[in-house]
């Protein structure tokens, strides 16, 4: 059982806002940064923020990521068909020596 | 471009080991860590541990701690994972993926690879 809770699921219309949370300890969000993993059906994952709301060169700014104490969150606004996938939030935790992977949260666009 | 490729799918019965590769192209392995995440069929995502390919050391994930091994070939670009004492619930894609961040404060896997099928069955 993760260390980190995610809703198991979200939805949405196209075009509307989704949020997703991630709700973690003083041991990892608390203390370290959030990344955010997509991963489309069959796919490997892939990284779409990083240090809680850095976005990597290619990830469309429809895409946020946010902090706040010992939870995060990760935004889509804008959606569209293509961003239907499961997401993962992602930091180290210290008090396991290790990186820790949220429950995932899976997508549907409506 | 960068980017990590991994061996081909495996069958294995349980009590064996196996060994899955990581070929970095586009970088230097010794640059950047390399990460093992696995993820068993409609599960999530499970790290299993990293490896500094420039100074060999590692660090696992209690979880598979005494069964698994990271290791480097530093003049072929290449990382590899070996898992032992298979069970039937280490059937699971594996992952390397790059680890970036200066600290693990800051740490993040950037590049993956694309998965390899490691099915474990009598």
């Known amino acids: 059982q993760s260390v980190l809770t995610q809703p198991p699921s979200a939805s949405g219309t196209p075009g509307q806002r989704v949020t997703i949370s991630c709700s973690g300890s003083?041991?990892?969000?608390?203390?370290?940064?959030v990344n955010w993993y997509q991963q489309l059906p069959g796919t490997a994952p892939k990284l779409l923020i990083y240090s809680n709301n850095q976005r990597p060169s290619g990830v469309p700014d429809r895409f946020s990521g946010s902090k706040s104490g010992t939870s995060a969150s990760l935004a889509i606004s804008g959606l569209q068909s293509e961003d239907e996938a499961d997401y993962y939030c992602?930091?180290?935790?210290?008090?396991?020596?290790?990186?820790?992977f949220g429950t995932g949260t899976k997508v549907t666009v409506l | 471009q960068v980017q990590l490729v991994q061996s081909g799918a495996e069958v294995k019965k349980p009590g064996a080991s196996v060994r899955v590769s990581c070929k970095a192209s586009?970088?230097?392995?010794?640059?950047?860590?390399i990460n093992w995440v696995r993820q068993a069929t409609g599960q999530g995502l499970e790290w299993m541990g990293w490896?500094?390919?420039?100074?060999?050391?590692?660090g696992y994930a209690q979880k598979f701690q005494g069964r698994v091994t990271m290791t480097r070939n530093t003049s072929i670009n290449t990382a590899y994972m070996e898992l032992s004492s298979l069970r039937s619930d280490d059937t699971a894609v594996y992952y390397c993926a790059r680890g970036r961040g200066t600290t693990v404060t800051y740490y993040y896997m950037d590049v993956w690879g694309k998965g390899t099928t490691v099915t474990v069955s009598s």
């Open positions: 003083s041991s990892n969000i608390g203390r370290n940064t």
């Open positions: 490896l500094n390919p420039n100074s060999g050391n590692t």
């Open positions: 992602a930091p180290w935790d210290d008090s396991l020596n290790g990186y820790v």
């Open positions: 586009g970088y230097s392995i010794t640059s950047s860590d």
